[in-house]
């Protein structure tokens, strides 16, 4: 059974790093593209990053470009997010997802809860 | 960046009834059309994709449909479980885009 297991969230200070980490298990992890994905308290859904199963390609939201970096670690099954310079409306739940196909993410961690603020 | 537009934003429907979804694109998507179901306090949950294939596990009671730039979710009779949000989500091109959701609550 597929199980993804996002850690690492909190409440952070503007302007400071956070990293994200999403354990994943119950598949091959190695075959799969892995995505970010968030949503701020009360509002939709908002994809923020993929990254290849190779690690070859990544994507990014405008809004996270050069400020979030998506990496991950075959060999432990793990996936990150390496946030740096946030900002208040960084805040956010934030899922992993298993990629299929690039197109979509067929299953979803129960996500963790980022608060930017002063 | 392709941007969906759901319809309503809110649809009353009575357990039973159907339910007729709405996502639109800001211009055609080719196959990469994805609904998700999501209930307060849970993760989104894949229920539709490539427009008109259901994820597993997913009830034939929940259908999708449409082409280029009109997309439809229906769900033919709506169980108690289904009072949720459901959002509409592209990947014809990078970045991927989801919709802002249609709320189904209870009439």
């Known amino acids: 059974q597929v199980q993804l297991v996002e850690s690492g969230g909190g409440v952070v200070q503007p302007g400071r790093s956070l990293r994200l980490s999403c354990a994943a298990s119950g598949f091959t992890f190695r075959n799969h593209g892995m995505h970010w994905v968030r949503q701020a308290p009360g509002k939709g859904l908002e994809w923020v990053a993929v990254?290849?199963?190779?690690?070859?390609?990544?994507y990014y939201v405008e809004s996270v470009k050069g400020r979030f970096t998506v990496s991950r670690d075959n060999s432990r099954n793990m996936f990150y997010l390496q946030m740096n310079s946030l900002r208040d409306d960084d805040t956010a739940v934030y899922y992993c997802?298993?990629?299929?196909?690039?197109?979509?993410?067929?299953?979803w961690g129960q996500g963790t809860l980022v608060i930017v603020s002063s | 960046e392709i941007v969906l537009t759901q319809s309503p934003a809110t649809l009353s429907v009575s357990p039973g009834e159907r339910a007729t979804l709405s996502c639109r694109a800001s211009q055609s998507v080719s196959s990469y059309l994805a609904w998700y179901q999501q209930k307060p306090g849970q993760a989104p949950r894949l229920l539709i994709y490539d427009i008109s294939k259901r994820a597993t596990g997913i009830p034939a009671r929940f259908s999708g449909s449409g082409s280029g730039t009109d997309f439809t979710l229906t769900i033919s009779s709506l169980e108690p479980e289904d009072f949720a949000v459901y959002y509409c989500q592209q990947r014809d091109n990078w970045p991927l885009t989801f919709g802002p959701g249609t709320k189904v609550d209870i009439k």
């Open positions: 997802g298993r990629d299929q196909r690039s197109t979509h993410c067929d299953s």
């Open positions: 990254l290849w199963y190779d690690g070859s390609q990544q």
